[in-house]
């Protein structure tokens, strides 16, 4: 009779090179996520929001030879973005003011729709990456072949990246092309060469310390309800941790005449917007952007806002690391 060897045996397939591996396990998983259709709309209406500061930059542009559109622009940031000192530059030298200008436009469109655009796209993908894995035992075929558990990470992080970088980082860098389209002649952009640069920067801000709390909390159970719950949690309740620890003190106040027009001086007011800056992902990750596009308001230090992002980063990714050796050594 014959003896067969039911024990693991070496791989003989065909092998890709080791820093192509992740990209097998991302592709697979956008793949699958794909085929949703209310992911496609998704991504689609997330695009919506790029008009606003598109109309921005349209609108500055072409302000030297329309008085409408500067009296807008000295509107827009004067009022909702709070640049009163940026608005007046605008109207005494336009020149001088477009890298602001166009770095404060970007971020907005950072900040406001796309942040809210990634908090309900990687609640909705995130938790089913690594728990789905868990509860069927998917992991098993993964690791059936010669991946290492830091590859299947970064591999499951690359299908959040990509995602993120749809709604995110495209949607910039087309805003940075709009705005050299529109512009009179390409010597502007000797003027904001460095946008770019810091397009890509502040995406790895973003996607960085997100997917690796998204991935961790999607490792830390097999029901992926529970890491969607967690999730939103964490944005949620920190937003309001922080708005209530920092503006309760402005509740019956009324701020003084010089400060009712333009931006407010909280140190006037005596409320310190950095003081509970950490509680909330939101207001961490803001800071960190707008320091990267050199447009940070406050003058605390921004070094707290990184150690924060880079502890989460480590943290999570450690996580789902331990989790899946664990899973592994059984």
Same mark, same amino acid.
């Given at each position: 009779?014959?003896?067969?060897?039911?024990?693991? %045996?070496?791989?003989?397939?065909?092998?890709?090179?080791?820093?192509?591996?992740?990209?097998?396990?991302?592709?697979?998983?956008?793949?699958?996520?794909?085929?949703? +259709?209310?992911?496609? @709309?998704?991504?689609?209406?997330?695009?919506?929001?790029?008009?606003?500061?598109?109309?921005?930059?349209?609108?500055?542009?072409?302000?030297?030879?329309?008085?409408?559109? +500067?009296?807008?622009?000295?509107?827009?940031?004067?009022?909702?973005?709070?640049?009163?000192?940026?608005?007046?530059?605008?109207?005494?030298?336009?020149?001088?003011?477009?890298?602001?200008?166009?770095?404060?436009?970007?971020?907005?469109?950072?900040?406001?729709?796309?942040?809210?655009?990634?908090?309900?796209?990687?609640?909705?993908?995130?938790? @089913?990456?690594?728990?789905?894995?868990?509860?069927? +035992?998917?992991?098993?075929?993964?690791?059936?072949?010669?991946?290492?558990?830091?590859? $299947?990470?970064?591999?499951?992080?690359?299908?959040?990246?990509?995602?993120?970088?749809?709604?995110?980082?495209?949607?910039?860098?087309?805003?940075?092309?709009?705005?050299?389209?529109?512009?009179?002649?390409?010597?502007?952009?000797?003027?904001?060469?460095?946008?770019?640069?810091?397009?890509?920067?502040? !995406?790895?801000?973003?996607?960085?310390?997100?997917?690796?709390?998204?991935?961790? $909390?999607? !490792?830390?159970? !097999?029901?992926?309800?529970?890491?969607?719950?967690?999730?939103?949690?964490?944005?949620? @309740?920190?937003?309001?941790?922080?708005?209530?620890?920092?503006?309760?003190?402005?509740?019956?106040? %009324?701020?003084?005449? !010089?400060?009712?027009?333009? %931006?407010?001086?909280?140190?006037?007011?005596?409320?310190?917007?950095?003081?509970?800056?950490?509680?909330?992902?939101?207001?961490?990750?803001? +800071?960190?952007?707008?320091?990267?596009?050199?447009?940070?308001?406050? /003058?605390?230090?921004?070094?707290?806002?990184?150690?924060?992002?880079? /502890?989460?980063?480590?943290?999570?990714?450690?996580?789902?690391?331990?989790?899946?050796? /664990?899973?592994?050594?059984?």
């Amino acid at each position: 009779m014959p003896v067969n060897d039911l024990g693991y %045996r070496g791989w003989n397939g065909r092998r890709v090179a080791r820093i192509l591996r992740p990209i097998v396990v991302a592709r697979s998983g956008i793949s699958l996520i794909w085929r949703r +259709k209310w992911l496609r @709309m998704m991504l689609v209406f997330a695009w919506l929001p790029v008009m606003l500061p598109a109309f921005g930059i349209f609108a500055f542009e072409y302000s030297s030879t329309s008085p409408e559109m +500067k009296q807008f622009v000295f509107t827009l940031l004067r009022g909702p973005l709070q640049q009163p000192e940026l608005a007046t530059l605008v109207i005494s030298d336009p020149d001088a003011a477009r890298h602001e200008v166009w770095s404060t436009l970007i971020l907005a469109f950072f900040r406001y729709p796309q942040l809210f655009a990634m908090v309900l796209l990687i609640g909705l993908i995130a938790p @089913m990456l690594v728990s789905y894995d868990l509860r069927t +035992k998917a992991y098993l075929l993964y690791f059936s072949r010669p991946l290492s558990p830091t590859e $299947y990470i970064i591999g499951k992080s690359a299908v959040i990246w990509f995602l993120l970088s749809m709604i995110v980082t495209v949607p910039a860098f087309m805003l940075y092309c709009v705005g050299v389209l529109l512009s009179p002649d390409l010597s502007v952009v000797s003027q904001t060469w460095d946008i770019p640069l810091r397009i890509i920067a502040a !995406s790895g801000v973003l996607m960085i310390p997100t997917t690796a709390l998204a991935v961790g $909390y999607s !490792s830390l159970t !097999s029901e992926s309800r529970y890491a969607t719950f967690a999730w939103f949690a964490t944005w949620a @309740m920190g937003f309001v941790a922080y708005q209530i620890l920092t503006y309760s003190a402005m509740v019956g106040q %009324r701020p003084p005449r !010089s400060l009712r027009r333009g %931006r407010i001086d909280y140190e006037a007011l005596g409320i310190d917007v950095d003081r509970w800056r950490l509680l909330s992902p939101y207001h961490t990750l803001g +800071k960190v952007e707008a320091w990267v596009f050199d447009l940070d308001p406050t /003058s605390a230090s921004v070094v707290p806002s990184m150690v924060m992002l880079v /502890s989460i980063t480590v943290i999570g990714f450690w996580v789902v690391r331990r989790r899946l050796i /664990s899973r592994l050594s059984v």
